[in-house]
């Protein structure tokens, strides 16, 4: 079994991107464009634990 891959370094780049406050307000469009088309609703059901998680979801 491999060992969990390290966390990224504080202050690297995914820290300054993904850390501003911005992503956090990208999140919910995020969510609604998954189910906005028909055919992307029925692949995110078929692939994805949006429906039954979908803080969880939008956290990973």
């Given at each position: 079994m491999k060992p969990d891959p390290a966390p990224p370094p504080p202050g690297g780049i995914l820290w300054s991107v993904a850390g501003d406050i911005r992503m956090f307000l990208m999140?919910?469009?995020?969510?609604?464009?998954?189910?906005?088309?028909?055919?992307?609703?029925?692949?995110?059901?078929?692939?994805?634990?949006?429906?039954?998680?979908?803080?969880?979801r939008g956290e990973r």
């Open positions: 999140l919910p469009p995020a969510l609604a464009m998954q189910v906005a088309h028909p055919a992307v609703g029925a692949g995110v059901d078929e692939h994805s634990v949006f429906r039954t998680d979908p803080w969880g």
